[in-house]
């Protein structure tokens, strides 16, 4: 499977759990996407947010116990798309970002596939 003519774009990865991590980033590659920059706590995806170029973000949305919104904040000010990565659900999402795009966690290729892609169109 491919993301069809989005191959190529660069995403910032920010997950707590490494095995996790490891998993989504070998899927995005999968994808064709390059994995521009991965975090696992909020300070370093702080830090990286503001320093790294990327065409989207996937967070984890309770990164070490911490609520991610401070690392949203900076990727919205950006401009960049991003999308949650919950284990559990939309209402966990921050108040303020309940209308991005999440995906439950477990998921599978195809999901984060048709998640990134209809982010990437802004849709």
Not at 48 to 61: K, N, P, S, Y
Not at 87 to 116: C, H, V
């Amino acid at each position: 499977m491919t993301a069809t003519g989005l191959s190529g774009r660069s995403v910032f990865l920010v997950e707590d759990e490494v095995m996790i991590r490891m998993m989504v980033a070998d899927m995005l590659e999968e994808l064709g996407y390059k994995v521009a920059a991965e975090a696992g706590d909020i300070t370093e995806a702080l830090r990286l947010a503001q320093a790294t170029e990327f065409d989207i973000a996937i967070l984890d949305v309770n990164v070490n116990g911490k609520v991610i919104s401070p690392v949203a904040d900076v990727i919205k000010a950006k401009g960049c798309p991003f999308i949650f990565a919950t284990g559990y659900g939309s209402s966990g999402l921050p108040e303020q970002y309940r209308d991005r795009p999440a995906l439950q966690k477990p998921f599978q290729l195809d999901a984060l596939a048709k998640t990134i892609e209809a982010a990437l169109r802004g849709s």
